[in-house]
Each structure stands twice: as structure tokens, then as C-alpha cells.
């Protein structure tokens, strides 16, 4: 057990830390949460942080992350009037009700936690456990994921604050939900927030979530999001990344889906140093369906590790992934898929395609699908693909007067827009169509706002390629 944890004195540190802490860190707990928290701090104690001989982390390892000092706030900065009025993330014919984290504290606006005349409710997580802590603590207590993750565990331990949105039965909420999680500090910092979505039954949410950095300050931040979905309820969700290179980021998701739920899930990763998504879609109910899809585009020395997990617990239900990465200079890319199907899972559908070019000899890529099945009467299928750009397409498009760079920017775009065109919002699949193309072109890197930053409509994304020609 001792050598499949990194030894690290930020570990011991981090335990002392939450004794000396504690009752801060418990302040707005019911007795449950609490709980909790002194349950997953052992744990953590357990585990500690993984290292490259667990399975899941082969081929990521973060121990160079761990070996720095990082300080630890128990309270939120105050934060200046110039950067509050700052947070202003416009895409251009796209309306939405604005939530931002800064450094993983809510930013209020008009107050931390808003009730709408429908009864959803969007705000602060802290806020929500003073307001309504019924409804956090049966969320927050319901699920024991971190019992197997020391990284989870140690942010149920830590985590204070973060994104609480309630959607009550019956509930449509008609405006997309966009929520910005910007860091923010001056001194290498750790930071850990929670983020809990609840869908009642027959409602519906579209949910637009940014990481970004707004300078290039080492930063190590552990996030956990949970969402559950009610019977018949249907999520469209957007995962944006655009983190400086210096900044390590461990992002973990879990869905929950009732009976008849549909959820539709987009991670667009555009920059970043060490990135890492565990995305788990556990299908708990009847006839669901779990459209899941991701990009990533890495060049630099970046890491992009992505780990999907779909667990099928019951039958009849309708599971898609789709990931493609472009992998430049000396990056690299991971990408771990596994399916699960259950014994009473029958008539599974569930498919996984994993796509990615390599440009450089330098770029690599360590692809894993996987299918584990159990029933008898299912249809799965599983592959992974890494190659270059074709020479022959290549050679196509030169014949007809594009240039060489022209002609692989095209190719590029074209591998890419597969799952750029899987974005439903047309004004968001528009922005991130152009924030993708610029990209492509090493334009872009960490936006001086927000991943979204496009108040400026005369600043517009030029994509030199005449299409008549082709």
C-alpha cells in the first residue's frame, strides 16, 4: 500500500491543516456533513495522493505538482470593486444567467443565493447549506465516491463553497446557466470547491461551465461536481478549459441518472499545463440516455489525461462517447474509456470512439478503451485511433492552391468540428467554433477574462481558408 502513494509532506501537511482549521472549515455544516468530512479526512489519510502505480494514474503523474508549497485560504479574499466589475463573460447573441467562483469562493452579485418564482434555486453551496440544509446534506451524504479517490476524498474533507443549483419537479429553467470558475491569486495556492446540481423529475437545465486562469501563477486546484438527475429530467452541459501552463487541475464529475433521464455532456479543452477529468456517468435507472463528448487540443509540454467511466445499472439505456484530441510539439494526451455494463443492464446500447493526431514525433498519446459486460443481450463497441495528418488529403487540398498551412489548418479543423458541431446552442457553438480555429492557429492563450471572452464584436475570429477554392 505504501508505495502506491506519493510520499509527500504536503499530504501530512494538508492533515494538519484540517484539525487546525476544522471549525472553520465546519462553520456552515449540519452535524451530517461534518461528519462526513472527519470520514474522508481519514481516508484521505489512507490513501493519499495517487501515483503512476495505480492503473488509473499510468500514465499521469503529479507528484512534481505536489512537491511545491502552496498556501491555503479558509476564507474568502476580498476582492477588489475593479475585478468584480470585471467578471463580465458575453458571447454574442448568447443570454445567460451569470454564477461566478473566484479562487473557489462564490462571487456575489446581488446576493449569495437567488430564489426564482419557479423555486430554482442557483447560488453559493455554503449559503445553501444555512439556507436549505436538508436538501444539501441528503445530496452531499448520499454518495461515498471519495472512499475510493484520495484526491475526492480530500475534497469532500476541504472543500467550503462552490455552485449549488436546485431545479425543482416540473421545472424548466428557460435561461442557460453559465458558470465561470476563475482563479485568481498572487501566491501559489491549493484551492478545492464543490459543486452540487440537482434536477428534479421532467425538469430541464443547460448548463455552461468555464475554468480559466487569470494570470499565470502556479496553482494546484482538486474540484468535485455532483449532479443528479430525476426521473425523466434532461441536461445539456458544456465544460470549457483554458488554464495557464503553469497550473495543475483535477476536475472530477459525477452524474447520476433516474429513470428516463438524458444528458448530453461537452468538454471543449482548449489550454492548460496538467489537466485531468474524471467524468462518471453512473445510469442508475431505466431507458436513459448519456450522450458524452470531449476535444482536446494540446501543444507546449501540456497534459491532457481524460478518464470516462459509464456505469450501466439498469436496462434499456443509451450510452455514446466521442473524444478527439490534436496533439502538437512535446504534449501529451491520455485518454482512459470504460464502460461497464451490469448483469440486469440488457439491452445496453453503448458505444466509445476515441480519435487522435499526433503532428509531432515528439507528441504522445496513451488511448485505453475498455469494455467490461456482464449482460448477455447488449450491443457495445470500443475503439481508438492515432495517426497524422493524411498525406493523400494533404496532397488534395494543395492541388486545388492552398497553401501547406492553410491546407493542414483545414485538415485540422475539419478532424475537430465533428465534435464542435455535437454543441446544440448555436451563438455557443459559433464562439467556441472560433475560439477552436484560433487555437488551431497558436493564437490562443489564457484570455485576459474569461474562456468566453468575446464582448468585443469587432474583434472577430478571421479563418483564412477561401472555400471556393476546395
Known amino acids: 500500500m505504501d508505495d502506491l502513494v506519493i510520499k509527500t509532506d504536503l499530504k501530512e501537511k494538508l492533515i494538519g491543516l484540517f484539525e487546525e482549521n476544522r471549525q472553520e472549515i465546519c462553520r456552515n455544516d ?28 499510468r500514465n499521469t503523474d503529479i507528484s512534481k505538482a505536489l512537491s511545491r508549497d502552496y498556501e491555503h485560504c479558509f476564507q474568502p479574499s476580498e476582492i477588489p470593486a475593479a475585478t468584480v466589475t470585471s467578471f463580465q463573460c458575453e458571447v454574442p447573441d448568447f443570454d445567460t444567467y451569470l ?3 473566484l479562487n473557489g469562493w462564490f462571487l456575489p452579485n446581488l446576493k449569495p443565493l437567488k430564489k426564482f418564482p419557479d423555486g430554482t434555486l442557483i447560488g453559493s453551496l455554503a449559503q445553501a447549506m444555512i439556507e436549505y440544509p436538508d436538501i444539501v446534506e441528503e445530496y452531499l451524504t448520499k454518495e461515498r465516491n471519495y472512499s ?16 449549488f443549483i436546485y431545479v425543482p419537479d416540473g421545472v424548466e429553467v428557460k435561461d442557460n446557466i453559465q458558470m465561470v470558475d476563475m482563479i485568481n491569486l498572487e501566491a501559489q495556492s491549493f484551492i478545492q470547491n464543490r459543486n452540487l446540481i440537482i434536477l428534479g423529475k421532467n425538469s430541464r437545465l443547460t448548463l455552461v461551465h468555464c475554468d480559466d486562469s487569470l ?3 502556479v496553482s494546484f486546484t482538486n474540484t468535485m461536481t455532483e ?20 497550473s495543475t487541475f483535477i476536475n472530477s464529475v459525477y452524474f447520476h441518472q433516474d429513470n428516463g433521464s438524458r444528458l448530453s455532456t461537452n468538454s471543449i479543452i482548449l489550454n492548460g499545463g496538467l489537466i485531468r477529468n474524471d467524468i462518471h456517468v453512473k445510469i442508475e435507472g431505466h431507458n436513459c440516455e448519456s450522450h458524452i463528448f470531449g476535444l482536446y487540443l494540446v ?4 497534459h491532457i489525461d481524460n478518464q470516462i467511466y459509464v456505469d450501466h445499472i439498469k436496462p434499456g439505456s443509451i450510452s455514446t462517447q466521442l473524444f478527439k484530441g490534436i496533439i502538437d510539439d512535446h504534449s501529451k494526451a491520455v485518454f482512459n474509456g470504460h464502460i461497464r455494463v451490469h448483469r440486469d443492464a440488457q439491452k445496453t446500447s453503448a458505444n466509445q470512439t476515441n480519435k487522435n493526431i499526433l503532428l509531432t514525433d515528439k507528441a504522445t498519446v496513451n488511448a485505453k478503451p475498455f469494455l467490461e459486460i456482464y449482460a448477455d443481450d447488449v450491443k457495445c463497441s470500443h475503439g481508438a485511433t492515432v495517426g497524422q495528418l493524411d498525406p493523400n488529403a494533404m496532397f488534395y487540398i494543395r492541388s486545388r492552391g492552398l497553401s501547406e498551412y ?24 459559433l464562439t467556441i467554433d472560433d475560439l477552436v480555429k484560433k487555437r488551431l492557429r497558436g493564437e490562443l492563450s489564457v484570455c485576459d477574462q474569461c474562456v468566453l471572452n468575446c464582448r468585443n464584436k469587432e474583434n472577430t475570429i478571421s479563418f483564412n481558408i477561401d472555400m471556393s477554392k476546395i
Open 30 to 57: 449540519t452535524p451530517a456533513i461534518s461528519q462526513a468530512r472527519v470520514k474522508a479526512i481519514e481516508i484521505f489519510g489512507k490513501l493519499g495522493f495517487p501515483t503512476t502505480k495505480l492503473e488509473q494514474w
Open 406 to 429: 492553410n491546407a493542414r489548418m483545414l485538415l485540422m479543423y475539419a478532424f475537430a468540428a465533428e465534435v464542435i458541431n455535437k454543441i446544440s446552442i448555436s451563438a455557443l457553438r
Open 148 to 163: 475510493r479517490n484520495g484526491l475526492d476524498a480530500l475534497n469532500t474533507a476541504f472543500s467550503q463553497d462552490g455552485i
Open 299 to 302: 501543444d507546449k509540454e501540456q
Open 215 to 217: 494570470n499565470h501563477q
Open 99 to 101: 454564477i461566478t467562483l
Open 227 to 246: 449532479v443528479f438527475l430525476g426521473e425523466n429530467a434532461v441536461m445539456d452541459h458544456y465544460k470549457l478549459q483554458n488554464i495557464n501552463d503553469n
